[in-house]
């Protein structure tokens, strides 16, 4: 190699290393200016993770907890613990178990009503007062002013009008066969029973 290579090789080298230098200069100069800002960015970078973290970490106990507590609701719904649990920690979870407790409860309200109406249903056709009395004992049976109008006319085709009468005095004045039952009532009294 010639000099004048070397000499054009080390002012290439001197350059890039000057290059470097000014650009590391500007760094300093930019760190320094700004050395409170980076600071500042850095130690919210810092809490914003830790935060992050800890919030997912509060969040999957919460939840496991909701989770267990539901689970407990399962198989045991009238545990008050873990219902109160629930309604903290998972409002959407709370939210079904109520639901499946009113489904539930809506479903045994619909089988009393359904059983009452088989129960109707196998009496209608009949004239058998003792099959009508054992309905009327029922308290849950929602069609008893039927079934009380049923039995007196029963009791007045079979002559005991006294008794039809007084039967009729248990159907309420609000219900949708009071009219019918004051018609009877009427013609009872106008047949003779008192």
């Known amino acids: 190699m010639s000099i004048k290579e070397n000499m054009n090789f080390i002012k290439r080298e001197i350059g890039t290393q000057e290059e470097f230098l000014s650009g590391f200069l500007k760094v300093e100069k930019y760190y320094k200016k700004y050395k409170n800002y980076i600071y500042l960015l850095s130690v919210v970078a810092v809490i914003a993770i830790i ?3 800890s919030i997912n970490y509060i969040n999957d ?3 496991l907890k909701a989770n267990e507590a539901y689970n407990k609701l399962l198989s045991n719904p ?3 613990e873990a219902l109160f649990i629930l309604q903290d920690l998972n ?3 709370y939210d079904i178990i109520s639901y499946k407790k009113n489904q539930k409860s809506s479903m045994n309200d ?3 009503y359904l059983k009452g109406l088989i129960s109707f249903q196998n ?3 009949q004239d058998n007062i003792d099959e009508i009395n054992k309905i009327l004992q029922d308290n849950n049976f929602l069609l008893k002013d039927y079934v009380i109008f049923k039995k007196a006319l029963i009791l007045t085709k079979q002559g005991k009008l006294k008794q039809a009468k ?7 004045k ?4 009071a009219e019918l039952s004051n018609i009877l009532n009427h013609h009872l009294s106008a047949n003779g029973a008192k």
């Not at 007084?166 to 309420?172: E, P, R, V, W």
């Not at 609000?174 to 066969?177: A, D």
Request: charged content about 40%.
């Open 78 to 80: 009238n545990d008050k």
């Open 91 to 93: 409002k959407k979870l």
């Open 51 to 53: 935060s992050t973290i």
């Open 166 to 172: 007084d039967s009729l005095k248990f159907i309420a």
């Open 174 to 177: 609000e219900s949708p066969i």
């Open 61 to 63: 106990k919460n939840k």
């Open 110 to 112: 619909d089988l009393i």
């Open 123 to 125: 009496i209608k056709d």
